[in-house]
Nanobody, 124 residues
Framework: QVQLVESGGGLVQAGGSLRLSCAAS????????MGWFRQAPGKEREFVAA????????NFADSVKGRFTISRDNAKNTVYLQMNSLKPEDTAVYYC?????????????????WGQGTQVTVSS
């Protein structure tokens, strides 16, 4: 099993930045592709970003492209989501997820393990 714990969420004004962290344990981390998803109230969960095991390949939703960056530090078993130029529509609970077998896709069903989520609220 993989346990994932997100942190770094909070309240920020539009245009501001936050960095989310996701610490993994329970299984070797370095070969897991990792993803970030988010879910706003009343909406379906949506893909945000993903990164492969080495960090050499990333994927972003169009809505965050150019504003968010995903990275990982395998030595720390941690994946990060740097969120810049935040907008009110970025408000959501953000979840990290581990894909044990795939490259890290935009499809949530490809991820076997999920964190508990961390709230991000962006005020206008």
């Amino acid at each position: 099993q993989v346990q994932l714990v997100e942190s770094g969420g909070g309240l920020v004004q539009a245009g501001g930045s936050l960095r989310l962290s996701c610490a993994a344990s329970g299984r070797p981390f370095s070969r897991n592709a990792m993803g970030w998803f988010r879910q706003a109230p009343g909406k379906e969960r949506e893909f945000v970003a993903a990164i492969n095991w080495s960090g050499g390949s990333t994927n972003f939703a169009d809505s965050v492209k150019g504003r968010f960056t995903i990275s990982r530090d395998n030595a720390k078993n941690t994946v990060y989501l740097q969120m810049n130029s935040l907008k009110p529509e970025d408000t959501a609970v953000y979840y990290c997820a581990a894909d044990l077998y795939g490259p890290g896709s935009s499809y949530g069903g490809s991820y076997e393990y999920w964190g508990q989520g961390t709230q991000v609220t962006v005020s206008s």
